[in-house]
């Protein structure tokens, strides 16, 4: 059982990337899958979260510019992130509930620089 991530690395501030998360051994199709972030000195907080139905809700800050998708037949769940700013820069985790318990991946690294 484990979330998989990938995609993270460096990027001026107005740029994109794309995350990609893998889940194995979970029922992916009737999980909610998201992405949370951690910045230096800050809490966790939650970016986007997808529903098996495909329903997302994002994080006041990264409306607009966060889309969240998911397939289930490939069991990924993915983050397009457009006009990237320097607060966008943390450690970028995969989530979704397995056993009344959080599961996160291995984390992915954003840098955005200005």
């Known amino acids: 059982v484990q979330l998989v991530e990938s995609g993270g690395g460096l990027v001026q501030a107005g740029g994109s990337l794309r995350l990609s998360c893998t889940g194995t051994g979970i029922n992916f199709r009737t999980k909610n899958m998201g992405w949370y972030r951690q910045a230096p000195g800050r809490q966790r907080e939650m970016v986007a979260v997808?529903?098996?139905?495909?329903?997302?809700n994002y994080a006041e800050s990264v409306k607009g510019r966060f889309t969240i998708s998911r397939d289930n037949r490939e069991k990924t769940v993915n983050l397009e992130m457009n006009g990237l700013k320097p607060e966008d820069t943390a450690v970028y985790y995969c989530w979704t509930n397995y056993n009344w318990e959080n599961l996160w991946g291995q984390g992915t690294l954003v840098t955005v620089s200005s």
């Open positions: 997808i529903t098996p139905g495909h329903a997302a």
